[in-house]
Structure formats: C-alpha cells, structure tokens
C-alpha cells in the first residue's frame, strides 16, 4: 500500500511539473494551511453549535499526506521507518462515547492538529511523528488513509487534467464541492473493484459532465 501511494504521489508530482523535485516547493506551507482547514471542518468555535464534518475531515488529513509524502520523496527520506509508524496506528475503537468522554476526545484532536501545525512551521518540514498522532486521534486507521488516498489522489489528477492548473477547472458540481462528489464515489465504488482507480476516474468525470448537459 505504502509504495503504491509513493507511486502515485510521484506521478501526480510529475503532471503539475516535470522536474517537481528540483522546485524547491515550500510543502511545509501546505501542510499548516492544510491544517487550519482541517480544524474548521472538524469544528472549533465555542459560540456556536458545531458538528464535525468527519469525512471532510479525514480528507483534509489525506491532504496533509500528500503533501507530507511528497517531502518525503523528494528528501529521499528513509521510508522504511514512515511505513513502520503508520502501520502502527491503532484500530480505531468500536461503541460509543458518553458525551464527556467525546468531548475530551475531541479537545485532544484539535490539540494534535495544532502539535502538527506548530511542528510544521517550527521545522519548515514534514513532522511525521506528529502526523500519526492526529491520525490517531482522529482516529483514522492506516488503511482507512489508504483508501481515501487513492481516492483523492484520482481527484487530483482529474482536477489537473480539466484545468485546475490553468483555472479553467469547476470545482462545484451540481452546487456542491468535487470532495462531496468524490466521497459519494468511493462510498459507490469497492476497492476490490477491477480497475479500480480507472473506475473511479469514469465515475468522477460524468458527474463533472452533467451540469453541462442540463
């Protein structure tokens, strides 16, 4: 799983540009950015009522990755111990949470968004140990980031390929986010479909098509 997301992270990295690891892109911003988003979908005002958004915020922490794995790539980082602290993220517990217990839960989230945030800017890098800690406070298991990797990665590339670069790219569909449209796909589509990512690259598109057909 590891070295498939390695793969594709390399080639999406290729389609936004050749020579993307002699740029010298700043993925640290990225990710600190990444991360106040990710705090806004999961919520953090206190003077209004706010339910965490937990598939947006799983994708939020995909995004995060691939920015981070990009670094890591690009840093020839030694991936053997990346892949050893993430297959060590625990099962995420099943049962409920009484009220008070999720609400600790939840402060303890934010906290390690924030740890991964203050890390990112204080090294100008990617702080992987920190990372796996807001996975796992989420929680969100090794594969579950897996899967929704794939996911977005196809998202990605599909954003590139009808002109995100460009910003000729529609990133509502129909009146909602393309992220919407992509989990709904996902929740239709099962990994263990044959051509899988092309499946899901199929199902992607006609919905992108069909505001123009209307």
Same mark, same amino acid.
């Given at each position: 799983?590891?070295?498939?997301?390695? +793969?594709?992270?390399?080639?999406?990295?290729?389609l936004?540009? $050749?020579q993307?690891?002699? *740029?010298?892109?700043?993925y640290?911003r990225a990710?600190w950015?990444?991360?106040?988003?990710?705090?806004?979908?999961?919520?953090?005002k206190?003077w209004?009522h706010?339910?965490?958004?937990?598939? *947006?915020s @799983?994708?939020e922490l995909v995004?995060?990755w691939?920015?981070?794995l990009?670094e890591l790539i690009?840093?020839?980082a030694?991936?053997d111990q990346?892949?050893a602290?993430?297959?060590?993220?625990?099962?995420r517990?099943t049962?409920?949470?009484?009220?008070p217990?999720?609400?600790?839960?939840?402060?303890?989230? @934010?906290?390690a968004?924030e740890?991964l945030?203050g *890390?990112t800017l *204080?090294?100008?890098?990617?702080?992987? $140990?920190?990372?796996?800690?807001?996975?796992a406070?989420?929680p969100? !298991?090794?594969?579950e980031?897996?899967?929704?990797?794939?996911?977005k990665n196809?998202?990605n590339r599909?954003?590139?390929t009808h002109g995100? +670069?460009?910003? !000729?790219? @529609?990133?509502l569909w129909?009146g909602?986010?393309d992220?919407e449209?992509?989990?709904?796909?996902l929740?239709?589509?099962?990994?263990s479909?044959p051509?899988?990512v092309? !499946?899901?690259?199929?199902r992607?598109?006609? @919905?992108y098509l069909l $505001?123009?057909k209307?």
């Amino acid at each position: 799983m590891f070295e498939t997301m390695a +793969k594709m992270q390399d080639e999406h990295n290729c389609l936004v540009h $050749p020579q993307w690891r002699e *740029q010298g892109y700043d993925y640290y911003r990225a990710i600190w950015v990444e991360c106040a988003e990710l705090l806004d979908h999961f919520g953090w005002k206190w003077w209004k009522h706010q339910s965490p958004d937990m598939e *947006q915020s @799983r994708l939020e922490l995909v995004d995060i990755w691939h920015f981070g794995l990009s670094e890591l790539i690009r840093d020839d980082a030694p991936l053997d111990q990346t892949l050893a602290a993430l297959v060590a993220l625990p099962v995420r517990p099943t049962g409920s949470d009484s009220e008070p217990q999720a609400a600790v839960a939840a402060e303890a989230f @934010r906290g390690a968004v924030e740890a991964l945030a203050g *890390q990112t800017l *204080q090294a100008k890098a990617f702080p992987l $140990p920190e990372f796996v800690a807001a996975l796992a406070a989420l929680p969100m !298991t090794y594969a579950e980031l897996f899967e929704l990797y794939i996911g977005k990665n196809v998202l990605n590339r599909f954003r590139q390929t009808h002109g995100y +670069k460009e910003g !000729t790219y @529609r990133k509502l569909w129909a009146g909602r986010e393309d992220n919407e449209h992509l989990m709904e796909v996902l929740a239709e589509v099962p990994v263990s479909t044959p051509e899988y990512v092309d !499946t899901l690259y199929s199902r992607l598109e006609a @919905r992108y098509l069909l $505001p123009d057909k209307a």
